[in-house]
């Protein structure tokens, strides 16, 4: 007889077994998410002295990711590795040194990480994004966040990547008006990555010389970018002139890319299928939390920071109860311990779809719909929960519009057919399927 989830800190068991059947497609990849922070775990009990790096992150999931980006665009991987270089050199002249270093370099080799997922037409795409295509990369841009918190990537990372996009001072493109006070180390990345991609040859432009560069960006200072960080970007360039610009070009000749082994071609395709499912998550919904078999969250979305004003950062390893979001039910009371849909799947092992009222700040409630979804080990016991949330008080974003991407994310542009990545993602889906064992009666 299976126990119900408590509102309170006491985990769910490990060992409980979910009677009852379970297909639900989606569950296969968000399980793999948890398998992400899973292996997290196991590696820090592994080794009780590791080096800055394992403290940042997990070295083997550095290695899949980098490896999957040097699949999806080798570019775009030589564009990172400069960009950390960069970014590490403007820090150690600001007085960066440890751990706080290894950090920004970290962040720097993969705020591009969100590309793993974006189509073709859009990442070699020889002009200017639309509208529609950069409100896209956004999209990938926060799954790329959603996959390194799985991966318990340290805080700091995860606040200078969250944080990157955004202008030093005033709001523009839709940027945020966030002032000086912005990690240090996500302005000194946003110097790097502008630096890097006017350097770089475009199919619509050939790169730009250093003096151009610097000139675009101490025009831009104390509104775009941090004015102190430029003129720390000047200084290191003019007092190592030779070693700066030749150190650049080492940074690509010391890259040699290899073929894919089985192992490393399995793992990249695990990971675009993450990035496949994880999109629709992002595009269609207003995001998604997954909490473990320890009932910590191990995951709280971008979108879901935005709707309910939560810092994520916050939130990462703390223990869920019925009171972590400001929910009500529809006739605006508290939730009692039954009325908690977490509770609820966890006690009949189904996926189910609930509606509540959110407060938002300021006190105004708001309708939403909760799709609560099981997760279950190859054992048939329950290994966590994931919860996904849509605002009904507004229809889809830009449904037509997202609908159009979606397809083309999917689907060869010239034939129609379903891409490789798609038909890989099916694959993947199909044969988890089939090879799943039955749930125990």
């Known amino acids: 007889m299976n126990r119900p989830l408590v509102a309170n800190n006491n985990p769910m068991p490990r060992q409980q077994s979910v009677h009852g059947s379970y297909n639900m497609d989606s569950s296969l990849i968000l399980k793999e ?19 800055y790096i394992d403290q940042v992150i997990a070295r083997k999931h550095l290695r899949k990711f980098l490896t999957a980006l040097q699949a999806r665009d080798a570019a775009t991987l030589c564009h990172s590795r400069r960009v950390a270089f960069l970014a590490k050199g403007m820090a150690t002249n600001l007085g960066w040194e440890g751990i706080h270093l290894k950090q920004l370099e970290i962040a720097a080799l993969l705020h591009d990480i969100g590309k793993i997922g974006v189509p073709d037409h859009i990442l070699f795409k020889p002009g200017k994004l639309t509208s529609d295509e950069i409100e896209l990369m956004s999209h990938y841009h926060n799954i790329g966040l959603d996959v390194l918190q799985a991966c318990g990537t340290d805080h700091e990372v995860l606040t200078i990547l969250s944080q990157t996009r ?12 966030i002032g000086s006070d912005v990690h240090q180390g996500a302005r000194i990345l946003a110097i790097a990555d502008a630096y890097d991609s006017m350097a770089s ?7 730009k010389g250093h003096e151009e560069i610097m000139a675009i960006l101490m025009e831009s200072a104390g509104t775009q970018f941090d004015g102190n960080i430029v003129g720390a970007l000047s200084r290191w360039e003019q007092n190592e002139q030779v070693a700066f610009h030749n150190a650049l070009l080492e940074v690509n000749r010391l890259y040699e890319p290899k073929q894919l082994n089985e192992r490393e071609a399995q793992e990249v395709n695990l990971i675009n299928n993450i990035f496949s499912y994880l999109f629709q998550i992002e595009s269609l919904y207003d995001g998604f939390y997954i909490v473990n078999a320890d009932f910590q969250f191990v995951l709280f979305s971008p979108g879901l920071e935005k709707l309910t004003d939560f810092n994520a950062i ?24 039954a009325d908690c849909s977490m509770n609820r799947v966890i006690t009949n092992g189904k996926p189910m779809t609930s509606e509540f009222m959110l407060e938002r700040p300021g006190g105004r409630l708001i309708n939403i719909e909760v799709q609560s979804v099981p997760m279950f080990g190859d054992d048939g016991h329950l290994v966590g929960v994931a919860e996904i949330f849509r605002d009904l008080s507004r229809g889809l974003k830009r449904p037509q519009e997202f609908n159009d991407l979606k397809l083309a994310a999917s689907m060869d542009a010239l034939t129609s057919v379903a891409n ?13 399927r089939f090879n799943k ?3 125990p009666r």
């Open 420 to 432: 490789r990545g798609e038909l890989e993602t099916q694959l993947a889906i199909m044969l988890s």
């Open 437 to 439: 064992p039955a749930f």
């Open 314 to 337: 916050e939130l990462l390893g703390t223990a869920w109860t019925k009171n972590s979001l400001p929910l009500t039910n529809t006739e605006g009371t508290s939730l009692t311990s």
């Open 33 to 51: 998410l948890l398998t992400l922070s899973a292996e997290q775990d196991d590696l820090s009990l592994e080794s009780a002295e590791t080096d």
């Open 201 to 207: 040859n475009q199919v619509y432009r050939s790169g």
């Open 166 to 177: 955004y202008h030093f001072s005033g709001a523009t493109n839709g940027y945020q008006y």
